[in-house]
Structures are given as structure tokens and as C-alpha cells.
């Protein structure tokens, strides 16, 4: 198993909240959980809030170029990842709308993609999974740290990340993202980023073998589907819930709206620092335990040493 990397280099962070204001699906507490990350990033994780190391992402902002759009959205999440470097920390929240939809390329066990909802979806359409894992994990250099929040519906592996991890350090085999890393975890086989446009890359690598039957092998080796959906970077995932649950909007102790999971990952990184991925994990839930039905989701992009200290 590997440890994370120490961080020496740049660190930029993208938030994303959408209440979705004055519409029949509104939510409350998606553009204060925005503002509680940002916040609690920057103090204590020394993210630098200015223009170029932060870019928020509201539906209470005028100017149009940051409305959390479709295409402010994928141009945040281009400019999150490009330049990125070994030893950069890059950080990215979304909380708002998730969904499902029918899988069109078959690296779905259940079927479903996961997507999530821009403020324009009804018009520009989702962001779907796949597109997220092209944009956001494939581009990232080995060295590079990637700490990602999705508080939203249907969420667990809304980055189709190879691992998804349980409290005790142990991964869930029976998913098709553990399919996805098997070369990894049975063989121990290192992979590398193909060169060139990581999104051109993957997405023609999807088109390639669109046809084929990921979960009953055929003709795709394991060697494909980790080149596919994994990262030599240290790219870990919180997601709200498990693809098959929603994430609640609700308030804090001190009546504040505010997403479920959102206030769970504050709350237990705030009373310590010093946990490790897997108390991390442990602890959100049982913030939420016999509250809420959802259960808050730990993936990686490759094999980490859960027993490691959270770093930003």
C-alpha cells in the first residue's frame, strides 16, 4: 500500500454550491456548505482564497462567470487540474443536485452512471461520472494530491474511482470499481497516464470499447479498465452517500442549513486534525448514524495506507 505525498507545491481549490433558487427542486444549505469549506480549508489547511489559487461557484452570485453553469462547472474543473504538478494539494467541493442514468458503456455494476446537476441542466444537460474521472482524475500527475467533497444524491462513486474503502482500512470487492483496480490489487501491477489529452484519451478509450461487456470481461484486460478510471496521483474521494441513497439537506446543531455530510466532514476533521483516512471515515458516519440513513463514502484513485494522517 502506498502513503500519500508530502506537500511542497501549489494549492488550488474549486467550491461548488447550488441551491438551485427559485425553482420547484430548491435546496438550503448547499451555498453555506461552500462557505463552511472555504473557510475551514483556509484557516486551517492554509488554501489561499485569491483569484488564482480559489474560484467559487454559487447560484446567489451575479456575475455570470461564476453561476455554477455546465460550462463554468467543466472550465473550473479544467483550470483546478491544469499545471498540475507532483507535490500540489488541489482541493474540489460540489454540493447540490446528484442523479442517475442509464450506463451507456458498461463500467457500471448497477447499471447507472452517476451524474451531477448544474444550475442549467435542464438545458446544457448533467455531468455525468465518466466525464468528472476524464476531467478532474486523469490529468494528475504521480506526486499530486487531490482531496474532492461531493455532497449529493447518489454520490458513492460519482468520481468512478477504482477504490472504495470501509472504515476498517478493507475495500469493497464486489463493486465494478474494485473490478476496475484489480491488476492493482491482486497482481501489484504499476500502471502510468497515457501521454497526450488525458480527456481525449479516456474518452476515446471509453469509445473504443463501448461495445464491449466490462463486467464479464469482454476482451477488456484489467490493464484497460485501470488505465480507464485510476490515477498514479493521491486522488481521495468523501462522497454524501452510496450511488443507491440520497444526501440530506439539513441544519446544524445551531439551526444553520446545511448538507448532511458536508457538516459531518467539518465536524470530525475540526476535533482532530491528526486522524487518520479510515477515523476520518468512521467518524462522519457516526455523526450522522440514527440521524440520517445515508452513509458517507471513502474512494481513492489507487491503493492508500488508510491508517495515514488526513492531509489537505
Given at each position: 500500500?502506498?502513503?500519500?505525498?508530502?506537500?511542497?507545491?501549489?494549492?488550488?481549490?474549486?467550491?461548488?454550491?447550488?441551491?438551485?433558487?427559485?425553482?420547484?427542486?430548491?435546496?438550503?444549505?448547499?451555498?453555506?456548505?461552500?462557505?463552511?469549506?472555504?473557510?475551514?480549508?483556509?484557516?486551517?489547511?492554509?488554501?489561499?482564497?485569491?483569484?488564482?489559487?480559489m474560484?467559487?461557484?454559487?447560484d446567489?452570485?451575479?456575475?455570470?462567470?461564476?453561476?455554477?453553469?455546465?460550462?463554468?462547472i467543466?472550465?473550473?474543473i479544467?483550470?483546478?487540474?491544469?499545471g498540475?504538478?507532483?507535490?500540489?494539494?488541489?482541493?474540489?467541493?460540489?454540493s447540490?443536485?446528484?442523479?442517475?442514468?442509464?450506463?451507456t458503456?458498461?463500467?457500471?455494476?448497477?447499471g447507472s452512471?452517476?451524474?451531477?446537476?448544474?444550475?442549467?441542466?435542464?438545458?446544457?444537460?448533467?455531468?455525468?461520472?465518466?466525464?468528472?474521472?476524464?476531467?478532474?482524475?486523469?490529468?494528475?500527475?504521480?506526486?499530486?494530491r487531490?482531496?474532492?467533497?461531493?455532497?449529493?444524491c447518489?454520490?458513492g462513486?460519482?468520481?468512478?474511482?477504482?477504490?472504495?474503502?470501509?472504515?476498517?482500512?478493507?475495500?469493497k470487492?464486489?463493486?465494478?470499481?474494485?473490478?476496475?483496480?484489480?491488476?492493482?490489487?491482486?497482481?501489484?501491477?504499476?500502471?502510468?497516464?497515457?501521454g497526450?489529452?488525458?480527456?481525449?484519451?479516456?474518452?476515446s478509450?471509453?469509445?473504443?470499447?463501448s461495445?464491449?461487456?466490462?463486467?464479464?470481461?469482454?476482451?477488456l484486460?484489467?490493464?484497460?479498465?485501470v488505465r480507464?478510471k485510476?490515477?498514479?496521483?493521491?486522488?481521495?474521494?468523501?462522497?454524501?452517500?452510496?450511488d443507491?441513497?440520497?444526501?440530506?439537506?439539513?441544519?446544524?446543531?445551531?439551526?444553520?442549513?446545511?448538507?448532511a455530510m458536508?457538516?459531518?466532514?467539518?465536524?470530525?476533521l475540526?476535533?482532530?486534525?491528526?486522524?487518520n483516512?479510515?477515523?476520518?471515515?468512521?467518524?462522519?458516519?457516526?455523526?450522522?448514524?440514527g440521524?440520517?440513513?445515508?452513509?458517507?463514502?471513502?474512494?481513492?484513485?489507487r491503493?492508500?495506507?488508510?491508517?495515514?494522517?488526513?492531509?489537505?
Amino acid at each position: 500500500m502506498q502513503g500519500h505525498t508530502h506537500v511542497t507545491g501549489n494549492k488550488k481549490a474549486l467550491l461548488i454550491g447550488i441551491n438551485y433558487i427559485g425553482t420547484s427542486s430548491a435546496l438550503a444549505g448547499c451555498i453555506n456548505d461552500v462557505h463552511a469549506l472555504r473557510s475551514f480549508i483556509s484557516v486551517n489547511y492554509n488554501f489561499p482564497t485569491d483569484a488564482n489559487h480559489m474560484v467559487v461557484l454559487t447560484d446567489d452570485q451575479r456575475d455570470p462567470k461564476f453561476q455554477p453553469t455546465r460550462a463554468n462547472i467543466t472550465a473550473g474543473i479544467d483550470w483546478l487540474v491544469r499545471g498540475a504538478q507532483p507535490g500540489d494539494s488541489l482541493f474540489i467541493s460540489f454540493s447540490g443536485h446528484g442523479g442517475t442514468q442509464k450506463d451507456t458503456d458498461g463500467d457500471e455494476s448497477d447499471g447507472s452512471d452517476e451524474t451531477i446537476l448544474p444550475i442549467d441542466f435542464k438545458r446544457a444537460g448533467v455531468i455525468v461520472d465518466d466525464e468528472l474521472n476524464a476531467r478532474l482524475v486523469r490529468p494528475l500527475p504521480a506526486g499530486c494530491r487531490l482531496f474532492a467533497v461531493f455532497d449529493s444524491c447518489h454520490s458513492g462513486s460519482v468520481l468512478d474511482l477504482p477504490f472504495t474503502y470501509l472504515p476498517d482500512g478493507s475495500i469493497k470487492r464486489h463493486t465494478i470499481a474494485s473490478k476496475l483496480g484489480k491488476s492493482l490489487l491482486d497482481g501489484g501491477k504499476a500502471f502510468a497516464l497515457s501521454g497526450g489529452s488525458a480527456l481525449t484519451g479516456a474518452l476515446s478509450l471509453v469509445k473504443s470499447i463501448s461495445s464491449k461487456n466490462l463486467l464479464g470481461g469482454g476482451g477488456l484486460s484489467d490493464e484497460d479498465r485501470v488505465r480507464l478510471k485510476g490515477s498514479m496521483a493521491d486522488v481521495v474521494c468523501f462522497s454524501g452517500c452510496k450511488d443507491a441513497q440520497t444526501s440530506a439537506d439539513s441544519k446544524t446543531p445551531h439551526g444553520m442549513a446545511s448538507g448532511a455530510m458536508s457538516y459531518s466532514l467539518i465536524t470530525a476533521l475540526a476535533s482532530n486534525r491528526n486522524q487518520n483516512w479510515s477515523e476520518l471515515l468512521a467518524n462522519m458516519r457516526n455523526i450522522l448514524k440514527g440521524k440520517y440513513t445515508q452513509v458517507p463514502q471513502l474512494s481513492a484513485g489507487r491503493l492508500i495506507d488508510t491508517k495515514a494522517r488526513v492531509l489537505l
